[in-house]
């Protein structure tokens, strides 16, 4: 069997002032809690059917005592998200396992769970390019200005918090930079969340927004990246099966076959017909310098 994980491939694990595995560290399972989450797990079926109520608008309601109010028909709208599933396999001989000062099966297992948690991070924010509402564009760096525009958009749009923004970090740089004045000639007194940006390179929160930056986020075709400020409502997150390990030993190869697997949907929620749209593309080139 090809791509098996062997003593050749972990020489670096087989030392003996070994003490601990190192592992590549990446972002992991931080935009789930941005979402809106539907739990699947224990039900029958592998579909998340949500359904999204319109408003009623006011010049619906009738005034004065007596009056009879008119009947209004409020349609629903069924959005469905159907869950589907991923693995990964390592085959781990025995040779490499007896040879490592690691438990090296736990080591490969907690690869396989970081990379798909690092993979749903990754398909919810694929959805940022699908908003209809945009600011900013290629050629563009990102600013508070651009920040307070997407708010307005949504606050134009009765579209209430909370509201996040996720970037990606050489987005993030000019903002930051900003916040802190950087090479300003004049440099008065910082604000709270530009003092917090040069201590310790957290953003915080900006005209309501909680700022995060992750290097999930991607460009489009013209080379800008798309980052996003939304509601929790713009994405929904739906889990069938949370992420599970598994073991398989195969014995003419003398080695055991970890799986990995997870089920799950992501999809935009709250936009397109019907509904206002939760979620604003913010479009900037990536600046890691100046």
């Known amino acids: 069997m090809a791509n098996e994980t062997t003593s050749t491939t972990l020489t670096g694990l087989f030392s003996d002032i070994q003490q601990a595995a190192l592992f590549t560290m990446q972002e992991r399972g931080f935009m789930r809690p941005l979402v809106t989450n539907f739990n699947l797990v224990g039900q029958p079926g592998k579909q998340a059917k949500v359904g999204i109520y319109p408003t009623l608008a006011t010049s619906a309601l009738v005034s004065g005592e007596g009056t009879d109010a008119t009947n209004n028909a409020i349609t629903a ?15 781990l001989t025995d040779t490499a396992r007896d040879s490592a000062d690691d438990n090296t099966a ?43 525009q997407a708010v307005a958009t949504l606050r134009g749009n009765s579209v209430m918090g909370p509201y996040v923004g996720v970037f990606h970090p050489a987005q993030m740089y000019n903002l930051k930079k900003q916040l802190a004045n950087a090479g300003s000639a004049n440099v ?35 080379g800008a990246y798309v980052g996003a400020i939304m509601t929790p409502q713009a994405i929904a997150y739906a889990l069938k099966k949370d992420i599970s390990l598994e073991t398989q030993r195969d014995a003419s190869l003398r080695a055991t076959e970890i799986v990995g697997s997870m089920t799950y949907a992501v999809g935009e929620l709250m936009g397109g ?8 593309q913010v479009l900037t080139d990536a600046v890691t310098s100046n």
Request: aromatic share 6%.
């Open 77 to 91: 709208i069924e959005k469905t998200f159907d869950t589907d599933e991923i693995a990964a396999l390592v085959t």
């Open 188 to 222: 008065p007194s910082l604000s709270e969340v530009g003092n917090a940006a040069l201590a310790e390179g957290f953003v915080g929160r900006i005209a309501g927004v909680d700022l995060y930056e992750s290097a999930v986020v991607t460009g489009d075709s013209t």
């Open 273 to 280: 017909s019907g509904t206002p749209e939760h979620g604003i």
């Open 106 to 148: 736990a080591s490969i297992g907690r690869v396989i769970g970081e990379t798909m948690a690092k993979k749903v991070d990754e398909d919810i924010a694929a959805l940022f390019s699908g908003f209809s509402g945009t600011v900013g564009g290629s050629g563009t760096e990102l600013t508070a200005d651009l920040i307070f």
